[in-house]
């Protein structure tokens, strides 16, 4: 499913995890796994999916839906982390090299926090996009002595730009905060110079030697319906199927949708779980790699997926449109 990041996508692959739920749609146990109630529902301590939160048990275990480990940590507690982010320089300027460094801290307490669960292999991942959706890069920040997780990054070009921060606190909810970033030299209009996506009118993209054919189904995905994005993938020089892809944090790949205007997004992963009890670095997969999503709301939209293959990081890009249940899609 797709699951939203302030919103609500979800990600079974094609899906996208759910990243915040509802009080009045909030997971529910059986009994405490504490001996005495909490006069606060924020102490409720229980074990649940990092990437799906809305998964819960009084035990630990793994997660039906994408096979990672629970976590002990607070069921109820929905509250977005404080995240402090300060670049060097102070003010970014594109095509230079530019420190992030970005410091979280507890909602109620203000302690900077120090330890994250390990989500996918890394413990902090980091997307940043400019505001046209053009430029796009999914990055894993080191975490200093102090709680400063710190990254380099070049900007292409002046502009608007998107931190998206996707980790889990040790002990806390799954957090997806997002922050703008404006670089020196930018003196367009925010709401005037959004992204203009148009949907693709071709399915066969080619990345270097990686060919992907990406195929939906339903053919017109609408919001409130799961909808599965499948990528086969092939040699570009031969077009023979590719069977020797790599895992490529802890997956066979990785996708960020994001809606044409920057509110709705999603981390997924493929629905093909890993089998347990192999080394990841020693299996192969492809040539086809299925996503699954429900998408909350009428529009259009932009995937970002990335497969390792040879050693190598691609990443296919892909824009296609939601509709409403009902509403008439547009002629091709």
Known sequence: MWLRSSLILLALPLALPACAISQANAPSVVSAVTAAEPANLNDLVGFLCPMHPDHTSEAPGACPICGMALVQGALYDFRDYALAIETVPAVPKAGETLTLNLKVSHPETGEI??????????????????????FFEHIHPREGEDGTWSIEVVLPKPGFYVLLSDFAPSGGSSQFLVRPLVTAGYSGELLAEGARLVPDTTRTQTVDDLTAAITYDPGTLRTATYGH????????????????LQTYLGAFGHMLIMSEDMVEHVHAHPVALLPQGFDPEELKGGPDVLFEGLMPKAGRYRAWTQFRYQDKLYTFVNTFEVFDVGQRAASP
């Not at 989500?119 to 959706?133: A, E, G, K, T």
Request: glycine content about 2%; charged content about 30%.
């Open 113 to 134: 926090v120090k330890d994250f669960e390990l989500v996918h292999d890394r413990r902090y991942h980091l997307f940043v996009i400019s505001q046209d959706m053009e």
């Open 229 to 244: 994005m499948n990528f086969q993938l092939t040699r570009t020089a031969t077009g023979e199927p590719v069977r020797e």
